[in-house]
């Protein structure tokens, strides 16, 4: 499964490409944009410039506006990936920028019957949300393992893309369900790296290291045989 983050902070975008070497790809919604507080191109250019598979979604609502605003988007960077919602309009533009080439990550799908829409008009990428499912106490995972046995079953190559992970466990039971993506903040990708073992354990190792670096005694020759 490929490691996303879910993000439209550059810092945390090179952090987790660059410097971690762990993220392949970034996801980004206008919440994200917002809080990064700089405009959609901008930000999203300058996160292109550092990682592939950048996805940029559209503000539009109405088919043909979706449209116009998916192409303008897509050619901000041959990396961005246009996020269309799941709606009648979404899907309609969607095809029709599928059509032109350009990769679409269909968005805020919570149905088996929504991911089969997706990859009807071509999606790149699908994307379940299973952190807003578990909100309102249905269990999200149980749909990303519904969508990848529906797509494998019927030979679909558009790919499951994890989203809406809140927590370390939402990122490991997507890889167990076979998601392609998982897409995450980055305090869940810094989560992913904890455990106790491996500070107790290297702290030992160094400290044993330490040891053979401290000056040996001084033998005293004192009582030593004659020769
Ligand atoms: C990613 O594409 C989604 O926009 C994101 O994962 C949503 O996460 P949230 O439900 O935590 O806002």
């Known amino acids: ?34 809080r990064a507080g700089q405009d959609h191109e901008t930000q999203v250019k300058k996160i292109c410039a550092i990682v592939g598979n950048v996805s940029a979604e559209v503000v539009s609502t109405k088919k043909d506006d979706i449209i116009t605003e998916g192409r303008r988007i897509a050619a901000w960077h041959e990396n961005v990936i246009v996020k269309v919602p799941m709606t009648p309009d979404g899907l309609g533009a969607g095809k029709v920028l599928a059509g032109e080439g350009v990769r679409i990550n269909v968005t805020l799908c919570f149905s088996v019957n929504q991911a089969l829409l997706a990859a009807a008009i071509g999606a790149y990428i699908v994307s379940p949300f299973i952190g807003r499912l578990d909100d309102i106490n249905e269990p999200g995972i149980e749909l990303i393992k519904s969508v990848v046995a529906a797509y494998r079953q019927q030979s679909i190559k558009t790919k499951v893309l994890s989203a809406s992970l809140r927590n370390p466990i939402h990122v490991q039971d997507s890889a167990l369900a076979g998601a392609d993506i998982g897409t995450m903040p980055f305090k869940v990708l810094e989560s992913m790296m904890k455990h106790p073992l491996t500070d107790a354990g290297l702290e030992k190792f160094l400290a044993d290291y330490r040891k053979t670096q401290e000056p040996k005694p001084v033998q005293s020759d004192k009582g030593a045989p004659a020769r």
């Open 1 to 34: 499964m490929q490691l996303f983050l879910d993000t439209a902070d550059v810092e945390e975008v090179r952090t987790g490409v660059v410097d971690w070497g762990v993220v392949t790809g970034v996801t980004t919604n206008p919440t994200l944009i917002a």
